[in-house]
């Protein structure tokens, strides 16, 4: 006879594998059912882009096939579903869809970004106390709910499109967007920007100094630090200043 342990796991497993017998209980075809039905409904709370891009119908039908291989391993589902903008992009129903997956991540970016931690933005006066010649080995620490998400299509525009967010765009297919994720404050804000900006915040993200940001935004033509800066603090996506080397206190940065 199967220890209580063994029977409650056989059941949980039952429970979105269709393949498992179960109980002979015709309570428990119910409750499968409607454990499946929530998760999909949750997972199309998450991604409403995706499920208005590929209709009702489609996004079900997949919803159900990526609950079933990705279960998820906590009950908060808030948590759930980092792992589904990987497994669209690969679905192969939804390969003529191809910008599908990139819509996946600037969701769950928009998701990550919505329950980041909260951190005060940090004012430009700050910055403006450092020293001019210790300022290229700083590090600008971002917000923690700034996200990027670069894509060779047009995801930002797409998603603005799809949501209502914004009407008439009619975005191009060809032209490649980087999505900027953010919440310094209340409300979670999605934006295209230039590819001189998306270089210099990756790098920024990455824990480079400012030094070497800017050396990647320079790369890219159309770059001006000064401005790149200004609109980094006028947006709140700074949330601290750093040395280049953690653990070396060179005094208060103002």
Known sequence: MPSPAETEAAMAAALLDPAEPGPADARFAVHR??????????????????RALVGEEFFRAAG?????????????????????????????????????GDVARLEWAWTEAYNAAEATPLAAPALAAVPGERLPDMRLVLHPAVRLVASRFPV?????????????????????????VSRPYDVVSVRAIPTASAAF????????TLGAAAAAGTAEPGFDLAA?????????LVAALATETPGVDHGPLG
């Open 228 to 236: 790149e800066i200004t609109a980094l603090f006028q947006a709140g």
């Open 64 to 100: 159900a096939a990526f609950v079933r291989a990705h279960p998820p391993e906590s009950p908060v589902l808030i948590l759930w579903g980092g792992a589904f903008p990987d497994w669209i992009a690969a679905f192969p129903p939804a390969a003529g869809v191809p910008y599908l």
């Open 156 to 180: 930002a525009s797409l998603w603005a499109d799809v949501t209502g967010r914004e009407t008439g765009l009619r975005p191009e297919l060809a032209q490649a967007e980087t999505a900027l």
């Open 33 to 50: 059912n409607n454990v499946l039905v929530g998760l999909v409904d949750a997972l199309g709370e998450t991604f409403p882009a995706v």
């Open 201 to 208: 915040l990756s790098a920024l993200a990455g824990g480079h």
